[in-house]
Nanobody, 124 residues
């Protein structure tokens, strides 16, 4: 059974940084794609970033390009989202997701497993 556990969220001032972690367990993830999504109050869940487990294919939402970096540590079975230059509009619950495929996609409906989410709040 796949489990994804996010951590690292919190309250930060605009311009600050946070690093989210997603600890994955229950499977061998070498043929998985991993993604980060977020959902702000009153809004639909949206794609942030995704990577193949090998790191060979990485995609970012336009809102994340240049500020966020997705990476993974295979030895720790952990995926990270480094978020710099945070803006108030980045405030949301951030979710880690896993897809049982090497093909990296941005549609949340195509991901098979989800974490419980971690709150990120950016104050002005």
């Amino acid at each position: 059974q796949v489990q994804l556990v996010e951590s690292g969220g919190g309250l930060v001032q605009a311009g600050g940084s946070l690093r989210l972690s997603c600890a994955a367990s229950g499977r061998t993830f070498s043929r998985f794609a991993m993604g980060w999504f977020r959902q702000a109050p009153g809004k639909e869940r949206e794609f942030v970033a995704a990577t193949s487990w090998s790191g060979g294919n990485i995609y970012y939402a336009d809102s994340a390009k240049g500020r966020f970096t997705i990476s993974r540590d295979s030895a720790k079975n952990t995926v990270y989202l480094q978020m710099n230059s945070l803006k108030v509009e980045d405030t949301a619950v951030y979710y880690c997701a896993a897809r049982a495929s090497i093909v990296v996609v941005t549609a949340d409906s195509l991901y098979d497993y989800w974490g419980q989410g971690t709150q990120v709040t950016v104050s002005s």
